[in-house]
Each structure stands twice: as C-alpha cells, then as structure tokens.
C-alpha cells in the first residue's frame, strides 16, 4: 500500500463531501469551480463514485452530480479503494512481488503490522456519516 494518496482522491474526498453538505444536486461546472479542477477532469473523477452508486449524475441543462439519498455512510478506505484501487495484502514493500514465506525481506513483519493499522484506521474513518 502507497502511504501517498493522488489528486483523483483528494477531489473524491471533496466532492463527495461537499454533495453531502449540500444536499441536492450541483451542476458540473459548479463542482468543479469550486474543486479548482476543470469539468471534464472531474468527470473522471466522479466516475467511479457514480458507478459505486454512490453519487448520482444527470445529463442536460438542469443536470449535474448529487449524493445518492441511500448513501448514510462511506469510509476513507472504501473511497480510497474505490478511485485508486487498494493494492494486495501481500505485496513487498522491497522486492515488488510477494515475499517469499522462506526468505522473508527485512521490512516483512513491521511493514505487515502497519500496513494493518493502517487500514483499520482508514476502515473506522468516514468521509461521510
């Protein structure tokens, strides 16, 4: 797992948070205005959001983005997992690949129990709740 998060998730984080303070749709250049990102990059970004089900988008003049109502809780992990992707368990933070169960790299049990902290922290984090 990264410890650095990128731009796509940032705007995520903001955007799913400022549809859920405002409560009804906003237009996409509206959101992107106030995420300092311009329409089609937040396109992009919202994409998956909107294919989690978490945000709805509707096209034409009067369309935009907007939280779906069922949506009571996401978490900084799930968010996380769903603009980026959360890379494996047992990926080596040395050797790029799985660390071999005989010959385990030097970082194998620290990295382990932080890459589990991590998570759980990230886990019991909500962007909304």
């Known amino acids: 797992m990264r410890l650095e998060l990128t731009t796509r998730t940032d705007l995520a984080l903001r955007g799913i948070r400022l549809l859920h303070s405002h ?5 996409r250049a509206d959101l992107a205005e106030h995420l300092d990102t311009s329409p089609d990059f ?7 959001l909107v294919h989690r ?31 980026e992707g959360v890379p494996s368990d047992d990926q080596c933070v ?18 382990s129990r932080a890459r589990k902290a991590l998570v759980a922290e990230l886990q019991a984090s909500f962007v909304i709740d």
């Open 53 to 83: 089900g978490w945000v709805i988008s509707e096209t034409g003049p009067s369309g935009g983005y907007q939280l779906d109502p069922s949506v009571r809780s996401v978490t900084v992990y799930d968010l996380i997992d769903c603009v």
């Open 94 to 111: 040395l050797r790029g690949g799985p660390c071999d169960p005989t010959d385990q790299c030097a970082l194998h049990d620290p990295w």
């Open 42 to 48: 937040l396109a992009r970004i919202m994409g998956p």
């Open 23 to 27: 409560g009804q749709r906003i237009k």
